[in-house]
Structures are given as C-alpha cells and as structure tokens.
C-alpha cells in the first residue's frame, strides 16, 4: 500500500547493517549538565535494491565522564511509503524504535519514542509520544559521550529523507548550576547554593524554599521568613511586661520584651481607674530603652499604663501587658 508522504518525531532508535552513511555531525563540547540535546544532519534515505537499504546518519555526544541515564530520540522523516520504513538507534547497543509503520496509512503523523509513554504506536494512532518496540533502557548505564547513529532500514523502492534528528540525554551524574553539589543530591537545582543551607530541614534548599521556616506560610508574604510562627503575620508571638511606678513628682515606668522592636518605641496608654468606665489620659511613647515617664497627675486616684497588641515589622507579634495599679495621692 502507498502511503501519503509521512513526517515522523521519533523518539528512541538501535543499530544494525549499514550500507549508506551520511556525513556526521559533531556537538560541541559543553559543561556536563543533567541533561543534553544533540542534533545531528538529516540527508537521504537510500532505496531497497534487492533487499532492504539501511542509512545511518550519525552525531557525537559531548564529552562527558557520566554515563546514560535515560535517553529519548526525535526524528523528522518523509518517506511515501512509511509501512516499509523501520527506525533503530545504535550506540554501545541497538535498539529498534519501530518495526515497520504496517497498515498505519495516512495516520502517520509526527511521533516521539520515549520509555515513559503510555502506549505503543499502533495503525490508527495519531500524532504523540509513544513506547519504542524495544526499551530504550538498553542505552542506561553506557557513556554518554561519543558516536550516535539513527539507523533508517528501508524495503521500499523508492527513496525518503531525514529531515531532522536529534538524541536527548540524560546523564547520570550532573552539575547545572555549577555550586559544587551534585544535582542528583543537590537540595536547591537549577540555583547555585554552595552552603546547601536548609533551616526548616524540609529537604529543599533555602535558596529554592519558598517557605524557609516551614510555617505554612510562603515567604512573599512571611513577616519573618526564617522563623517558625504559626501568625498570621508569619512572626512569632512574643510577651511583653509593664511596670509602672512613682518618682520625684513623676509617674516613670518600663516596657519589657525579648524582642527589642516590642519595648522600642512601643505606645504606652496612660488610664485612671474609676467606676464605669476607665479613663484614657494620655498616650506615651516608650524610649528604646523600654523606659516612659509623664508628669504626675493632678487628681488623687488609681493609676496605670496599658501597652496593645501590635505587629512589629520582620520582628514579632507582640503581645499586650498592662501594669499593676499605683495610687496618687493628693
């Protein structure tokens, strides 16, 4: 059966007799990233004599000390006959992506061979990625580096073309982001991070973690992206303690905290004691010390100082205090 003039994305190939080569390509050479893609010429596809007619095309890989660890092929091919087409790639092994495109008709549509796909290629499938006939996994384990050949077996009598072709590489053993740490066991890939830091321990690197103290919260909008706080501001709850107290005609007192941004500065509310509802007097503004001080009152009474929750900023979530009374006499 004639077949309408096919384009094939292959993905996987293997090795065999050769009676036609076409020039290589060679890849330039490149630092061993996890994975790479190399391309290699395209050419004519010779047609069967008496038998069928293999062309190998053929790219090297870059030089690498890694070996294969997983390995996927692309191919563009024009043939008008593709039932009379197979496609093998050969390297330390050959494998046979597809045996003959049989019966597949005008249904050969551009294809990828890749171990992982769901499905085999089959008469009526369409464009997509498919399981090559033999595992490409028979490539795992060799170097990486080196010779390629897509091996294109012909038995019709008339001639095809490779477009394009190209063998992507995953290697078993790879650096990208050049920090030193091998990016099978790097904790941040695709970001240099030397240190390997990882303060939540969560198994991401910091340099990659978007919630580096491991609160739930991401750190675009965590307050405080290197604690752990369970807030909504992502801060840590921190207590403060008033105190309140007389001094030469003066009411002095002082806020206290673990936390310097929570006694800095913090607004102390000075209020009087009386039936109903407290009277607000003033608002004072702690020093950095913690230390706040006003001029005694006029009217006798019970007095004391109110400090509110508030945030404080890359800091905490500090907690309110209010001090122990203290009378005024007059």
């Not at 407290?278 to 019970?302: E, K």
């Amino acid at each position: 059966m004639r077949l309408q003039v096919a384009r094939l994305a292959l993905t996987g190939l293997v090795a065999g007799f050769v009676s036609v080569v076409t020039p290589a390509s060679t890849a330039v050479a490149v630092p061993v990233p996890c994975v790479v893609t190399t391309t290699g010429t395209g050419g004519v596809v010779a047609a069967a004599g008496d038998t069928f007619a293999t062309t190998a095309f053929e790219l090297v890989a870059p030089s690498s000390a890694a070996n294969v660890e997983d390995v996927d092929v692309e191919v563009s091919l024009v043939h008008d006959n593709a039932s009379q087409v197979r496609v093998r790639l050969a390297h330390a092994t050959t494998s046979i992506l597809q045996r003959r495109f049989v019966d597949s008709g005008p249904q050969v549509r551009p294809l990828t061979w890749d171990d992982e796909a769901a499905s085999a290629y089959g008469p009526t499938s369409l464009a997509g990625t498919y399981r090559p006939d033999e595992p490409l996994t028979e490539h795992d384990g060799t170097a990486a580096q080196g010779q390629w050949r897509l091996l294109v077996d012909n038995w019709a009598g008339s001639r095809g073309r490779v477009e394009s072709w190209s063998v992507r590489i995953s290697y078993s053993a790879c650096d990208a982001d050049d920090d030193g740490a091998e990016d099978h066991t790097d904790n941040c890939t695709g970001v240099a991070n030397p240190d390997q830091s990882d303060r939540d321990a969560d198994g991401i690197g910091d340099a990659c973690d978007g919630d580096t103290d491991g609160d739930g919260l991401v750190d675009t909008v965590d307050g405080c992206r290197l604690v752990a706080a369970a807030t909504a501001s992502g801060c840590p709850r921190v207590g403060t303690r008033t105190r309140l107290g007389k001094d030469e005609g003066r009411l002095v007192g002082r806020v206290r905290s673990d936390v310097r941004a929570c006694r800095s500065g913090v607004e102390v509310t000075l209020k009087r004691a009386k039936p109903g509802r407290d009277l607000r007097l003033v608002v004072l503004r702690a020093r950095s010390s913690g230390r706040f001080s006003t001029r005694m009152p006029r009217s006798a009474g019970r007095y004391y100082v109110v400090v509110r929750s508030q945030y404080a900023p890359g800091a905490a979530e500090c907690a309110s205090s209010r001090s122990k009374k203290v009378r005024v006499r007059r």
